[in-house]
């Protein structure tokens, strides 16, 4: 499974974005998709996964209520809606496809996007 995310960018605090991450090869709707960021000096962190079905989701504890994750197993395409957008939200965003229960609790996944820049100016 090949994953490319994009949709990033500089937005001020506040504001929003919603990243995107288009599948290719495999069979997108057998995955479960999660995102992941990394920001300067951190570590990798769980973002959001969503299961291949679409009717469950689960959120990173802090970012529940301003990020929402969703997809179109159609147009094979996960979302990343961010709102109220925070400095410290800035961080390399990545796709990713694998397990929904791997992803969430383990924070590993088997396939990564190349990631797509967010930064958020205060």
């Known amino acids: 499974v090949q994953l490319q995310a994009s949709g990033g960018g500089l937005v001020q605090a506040g504001g929003s974005l919603r990243l995107s991450c288009a599948a290719s090869?495999?069979?997108?709707?057998?995955?479960?998709m999660g995102w992941f960021r990394q920001a300067p000096g951190k570590e990798h962190e769980f973002v959001a996964a969503?299961?291949?079905?679409?009717?469950?989701?689960y959120y990173a504890d802090s970012l529940k209520g301003r990020f929402t994750i969703s997809r179109d197993n159609a147009k094979k395409t996960v979302y990343l809606q961010m709102n109220s957008l925070k400095p410290e939200d800035t961080a390399v965003y990545y796709c990713?496809?694998?397990?929904?229960?791997?992803?969430?609790?383990?924070?590993?996944?088997?396939?990564w996007g190349q990631g797509t820049q967010v930064t958020v100016s205060s």
């Open positions: 090869g495999g069979t997108f709707s057998n995955y479960g």
């Open positions: 990713a496809a694998g397990s929904f229960d791997t992803m969430r609790f383990r924070g590993t996944a088997e396939y």
């Open positions: 969503i299961h291949w079905s679409g009717a469950s989701t």
